[in-house]
């Protein structure tokens, strides 16, 4: 059962975290790293996940490390907001491979939401490096000034 396991070290945001594979990092601090989605299901779709935690799901998380996570992510809500004016912000989190989880390292999904558009599936399609890149630049600049 997938919501319960040991904790795999190799997982893709374990390797993220320590460099060892590349992402669209928007912000960093001691203990959160924030970056945007591969496979966004909306324009700006990002991804917040603590640093310190070996957490793979809510359930492992101690305190101090989901209260820093929480506030990251509200962090990470009002720039997006900010800069991409959606209409709503969507924040997701999964528990589980039934639930819909298929990285093993907790983290917190913030979703733009826009009004008469629907999300793209789930961990699917994979978008434009380029789109990535320019979006990327534009919310550093947010997160250098928020
Ligand atoms: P989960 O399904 O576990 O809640 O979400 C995992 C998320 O990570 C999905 O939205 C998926 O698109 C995204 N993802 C999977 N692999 C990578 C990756 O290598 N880099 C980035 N930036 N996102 C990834």
Not at 10 to 22: D, L, S, T, V, W
Not at 40 to 55: C, M, N, Y
Not at 60 to 70: M, R, S, V
Request: with cysteine; net charge negative.
């Amino acid at each position: 059962m997938s919501l319960y396991g040991d904790y795999d070290s190799q997982n893709i945001f374990a390797k993220i975290i320590r460099g060892e594979m590349p992402c669209y990092k928007l912000y960093e601090d001691d203990d959160v790293l924030v970056f945007l989605d591969l496979f966004p299901q909306s324009f700006g779709h990002t991804l917040v996940i603590p640093k310190r935690a070996e957490a793979r799901n809510l359930l492992e998380i101690d305190a101090d490390n989901l209260t820093k996570l929480t506030l990251a992510v509200q962090k990470v809500a009002r720039v997006l907001a900010d800069e991409l004016q959606p209409d709503g912000v969507q924040i997701a989190q999964f528990n589980g491979a039934p639930a819909g989880q298929t990285v093993f390292h907790i983290h917190m999904h913030v979703i733009p939401r826009f009004a008469e558009q629907g999300l793209q599936a789930h961990a699917s399609g994979k978008a434009d490096p380029a789109e990535l890149e320019k979006l990327q630049a534009r919310l550093v600049k947010r997160f250098q000034s928020a």
